[in-house]
């Protein structure tokens, strides 16, 4: 059975007491987490370390990074690597968000590198990709999404790629007004999954957790989450409100 997860990313949001207040809100509301599920929040670096001491020791909830560098240390001013990460207890980060991708030109091989670094530092990487609204309209986001696996995943052992999550962004479908169906979603998440097993086996594939991050929301959640390839969501703007987030972990199938 697949880690059914629940993922925030609050990407550059909330002060440092806001943070504090959103963190403990939901986890009050959310006082265990259920074996076979997990609930991520990856927060501002800054908050990092404030975020897991308010987690605790709670079972299956997890502070994670936003991103990191694909160097352990250096001249690398503004960066953060995962020897910092470690040293607060922080063993997860986010690679490749869109965001990242469209903003910063973080290209598929540089990804690669930091996928590498991640692992081998037992740092779990929630692996970002997906297509924009030009290529959709195209028909080639398969094409797309595949080249994504490809170029920065593929090169990595049996092993290795059952220690990373997955998280497909239909960047077309996010702030664009248009909507992607539970079955546009299942529909590629399925593809993804067949592409992986196509290299790796479909005893491999079963084993990697696919998320949805999609514009999440406590109304379609439950929708999507029951599709057979969507393992949980990665959310953004629900997951800055409490109640919200929290009814998103209580749809995880």
């Known amino acids: 059975m697949r880690t059914q997860i629940a993922a925030a990313n609050w990407k550059m949001n909330l002060t440092l007491q806001q943070g504090q207040d959103l ?42 990074a936003q991103n990191i560098y694909s160097k352990t240390s250096g001249a690398y001013t503004g ?9 607060v207890g922080v063993y997860h980060t986010l690679i490749g968000h869109s965001e990242r991708r469209e903003y910063f030109g ?41 080249t994504q696996l490809e170029q920065s995943l593929f090169h990595l052992s049996a092993d290795q790629i059952t220690k990373i999550i997955i998280a497909y962004e239909p960047i077309w479908a996010i702030g664009t007004g248009k909507t992607a169906s539970s079955e546009q979603a299942e529909e590629i998440q399925k593809f993804l999954r067949d592409h992986l097993a196509g ?4 005893e ?25 390839d969507i393992d949980g969501g990665l959310v953004g703007g629900a997951s800055l409100v409490a109640d919200d987030f929290v009814a998103i972990i209580d749809a995880l199938s």
Do not use: W
Request: with cysteine; aromatic share 8%.
């Open 204 to 228: 491999i594939a079963d084993q990697i957790s696919i998320l949805y991050g999609g514009s999440v929301k406590p109304g379609n959640a439950k929708e999507l989450f029951g599709q057979a």
């Open 79 to 87: 960066e953060v690597s995962v020897e910092m990460l470690k040293s």
């Open 106 to 146: 973080e290209s598929n091989q540089f990804l690669a590198d930091k996928v590498d670094i991640a692992l081998a530092s037992n740092v779990t990487p929630i692996f970002c990709l997906g297509e924009s609204l030009e290529i959709r309209e195209s028909g080639k986001q398969n094409e797309f999404v595949a």
């Open 199 to 202: 290299k790796y086996g479909q």
């Open 23 to 64: 963190l403990s809100h939901i986890l009050s509301k959310s006082t265990s987490v259920r074996e076979g599920h997990a609930v991520i929040f990856a927060v501002p670096a800054p908050y990092l370390q404030a975020a897991k001491e308010i987690v605790g020791d709670r079972q299956n909830v997890y502070i994670s």
